[in-house]
């Protein structure tokens, strides 16, 4: 990788980043001070893998996963909260419609294998199964006891719910927004188009 290529790397690392932090502070998943504190830990980080030349370069993707995960990732967003700002039908039963998806099982499932090395992937498979084959409902609690994922929580009682890491209530907060869901995806193809030109150019 010439050191044209790597420069227009972490421009476009640090851009994600950006992108990826104003959402979720723009959403009220972070907060301002949190981001604050993290985005000078990100920029020092970056500054060092960047002096690291005598290293293999890390993709765009492993960077990403490394140092975005590592900053966003540090406090669990409660699902409950996003639920009751659209509908006013029981949070528990709109975290439940959710899961009743086979993609978002199988998101859930790729954010577990990635992040949770404890995670019992057989179990997870039997559980999609017998979910789609049965009337089995797949809960949060079901969800954790049965295949060791950490990626949500369950607090009972008063002032309890369902949280989950940024990621994953991300997830979650784009199936009940359509409109936002949609904008994600234009964004997704204008830094895509944005990348090819570049590449032609």
Request: aromatic share 8%; glycine share 6%; with cysteine.
């Amino acid at each position: 990788m010439t050191p044209e290529e790597m420069s227009d790397l972490y421009i476009r690392i640090a851009f994600h980043y950006e992108s990826t932090i104003d959402r979720l502070v723009g959403k009220g998943l972070l907060d301002k001070d949190v981001v604050d504190t993290h985005r000078k830990t990100f920029y020092d980080s970056l500054d060092e893998e960047k002096l690291r030349a005598s290293q293999k370069i890390r993709s765009q993707t492993e960077i990403m996963q490394h140092y975005v995960r590592a900053m966003v990732c540090g406090d669990m967003v409660s699902l409950t909260k996003i639920a009751k700002q659209y509908t006013d039908d029981s949070p528990g039963y709109v975290i439940q419609s959710w899961m009743r998806s086979r993609n978002t099982l199988e998101f859930l499932r790729q954010w577990e294998n990635d992040m949770n090395g404890e995670f019992d992937d057989r179990a997870c498979e039997e559980l999609i199964y017998q979910a789609h084959t049965t009337s089995l409902t797949v809960t949060p609690s079901l969800w954790i006891r049965r295949t060791h994922a950490v990626g949500m929580r369950v607090k009972q009682g008063k002032g309890g719910g369902v949280s989950a890491y940024p990621e994953i209530a991300a997830d979650f907060h784009l199936w009940l927004d359509p409109a936002e869901r949609l904008a994600l995806l234009r964004l997704s193809q204008e830094i895509r188009s944005n990348g090819e030109a570049k590449s032609c150019n």
